[in-house]
């Protein structure tokens, strides 16, 4: 599914939306260059999961952590990660099989570490705004996003 967002506001209201179709335990990747909105969409999701504070890009610590009522949420970047075996010091895996959202920033800097994501979403800048591709590849979630997104005018 695309979606064509004209700016940081409508790019956080699309992770708002995205909240209220995520399950409480999902792996989202989340493509993009720098500056096209990753971090932006997740500050969307966590103000709707109800997190008050600071969302900031983990770019230097790695994975940033969100306790919400409703659970964890994990945002790692790993634009930094020169070998993927560094995300075993860092307990990746111990992330990883809780009960959690988490999204992570550059995943193929990743691969062999970290499992097939359950959605993939590609960001890219598009004149002044943002255009985002959503695949579900969770055979337990395509239907629900689908049903989540059908006829919805998105008004972001």
């Known amino acids: 599914m695309k979606f064509d967002l004209l700016d940081e506001k409508e790019t956080e209201a699309f992770g708002a939306e995205l909240w209220k179709a995520l399950p409480e335990k ?5 493509n993009g260059d720098l500056g096209a ?3 932006t969409l997740t500050r969307g999701v966590l103000r709707a999961a109800g997190h008050k504070g600071a969302v900031k890009s983990p770019t230097y610590t790695l994975v940033e952590e969100y306790e919400l009522e ?9 634009y930094r990660v020169k070998d993927p075996e560094e995300l ?3 307990g990746i895996r111990d992330y990883l099989d809780q009960n959690c ?3 992570i920033e550059w995943p193929e800097l990743g691969q062999g570490f970290i499992p ?9 800048t598009e004149n002044d705004g943002r255009v985002l591709d959503l695949k579900v590849l969770s055979e337990n979630l395509i239907n ?5 997104w059908k006829n919805k005018d998105i008004v972001l």
Do not use: A, M, R
Not at 70 to 78: A, E, I, M
């Open 70 to 78: 409703t659970g964890k949420v994990f945002h790692f970047d790993l």
């Open 37 to 39: 909105g990753k971090t």
């Open 88 to 90: 075993e010091w860092i």
């Open 101 to 103: 959202i988490c999204f």
């Open 144 to 148: 629900k996003i689908k049903l989540h």
């Open 116 to 124: 097939s994501p359950d959605i993939e979403l590609f960001i890219t």
């Open 26 to 30: 999902c792996l989202i990747f989340l």
